[in-house]
T-cell receptor
C-alpha cells in the first residue's frame, strides 16, 4: 500500500514552462520533506514544511503544505534544464519513521 | 562538515554470495537509515538504527541485516544474494531525536548481482 501518492509519475516539458507536482495521502504527517535526486547520486533535501497551510519558496520553487497536513505540492516557475531530476516527497510520522512517495521523474528539455 | 560516505561505490557479486556495505554518517548524527532503490520499486526503506539499536524496520526478508557501532558508523549485510537484490543501496543520516528527521544521503553503493 502506497501511503504517499505522487503525481504525475513522469513529466517532460520545455525550458521556461511552469509545472506542479503533487504529493497526496489520507494520513496526517507531522512534517513533509521534499528531495531531489540526480542520476547516480543520493537524494538531496530541498525543504521541510511543518505547519498546515505553510508556503516556502526556494528561488523558482514554491512548496505548499495542505491545511490538514495530508498533502503537499511543489510548483516550479520557468523550469530550467538544471531542474531535471527525480523529486521525492517524504512524510514524517511520530514513530520516527518517514513514509516515502514513489517520486516524480522530471525532464526539462532545452 | 564532511557528508555521508558509503563504501564501496560499486560492487559486483554472484548469486548465493553475501555482501557487506558500509556507511559513515555526518559527525554528530546518531540515526542511520538504509534504503534500497530500484527503477521498478522506487525507494524502499530497509531499517533505521539509532544509538546502536534498530529503531524501525521495513518489509524485507531476514537476509537483509544491519548494525550500528558506537561511533554511529553502520553496516548492512545481505546474505545469499539473489538477482533481484541488484539495486542502489542508499544510506542516510539524521540528527538525533527528531521524528522523521531530515535525511542526509550518501552517494550510494551500486550492487549488481550476476
Amino acid at each position: 500500500t502506497q501511503l504517499l501518492e505522487q503525481s504525475p509519475q513522469f513529466l517532460s516539458i520545455q525550458e521556461g514552462e511552469n509545472l506542479t507536482v503533487y504529493c497526496n495521502s489520507s494520513s496526517v504527517f507531522s512534517s513533509l520533506q521534499w528531495y531531489r535526486q540526480e542520476p547516480g547520486e543520493g537524494p538531496v533535501l530541498l525543504v521541510t514544511v511543518v505547519t498546515g497551510g505553510e508556503v516556502k519558496k526556494l528561488k523558482r520553487l514554491t512548496f505548499q503544505f495542505g491545511d490538514a497536513r495530508k498533502d503537499s505540492s511543489l510548483h516550479i516557475t520557468a523550469a530550467q534544464p538544471g531542474d531535471t531530476g527525480l523529486y521525492l516527497c517524504a512524510g514524517a510520522r511520530s514513530n520516527y519513521q518517514l513514509i516515502w512517495g514513489a517520486g516524480t521523474k522530471l525532464i526539462i528539455k532545452p | 562538515k564532511a557528508g555521508v560516505t558509503q563504501t564501496p561505490r560499486y560492487l559486483i557479486k554472484t548469486r548465493g554470495q553475501q555482501v557487506t556495505l558500509s556507511c559513515s554518517p555526518i559527525s554528530g548524527h546518531r540515526s542511520v537509515s538504509w534504503y534500497q532503490q530500484t527503477p521498478g520499486q522506487g525507494l524502499q526503506f530497509l531499517f533505521e538504527y539509532f544509538s546502536e539499536t534498530q529503531r524501525n524496520k521495513g518489509n524485507f526478508p531476514g537476509r537483509f541485516s544491519g548494525r550500528q557501532f558506537s561511533n554511529s558508523r553502520s553496516e548492512m549485510n545481505v546474505s545469499t544474494l539473489e538477482l533481484g537484490d541488484s539495486a542502489l543501496y542508499l544510506c542516510a543520516s539524521s540528527l538525533p531525536g527528531l521524528a522523521g528527521g531530515e535525511q542526509f544521503f550518501g552517494p550510494g553503493t551500486r550492487l549488481t548481482v550476476l
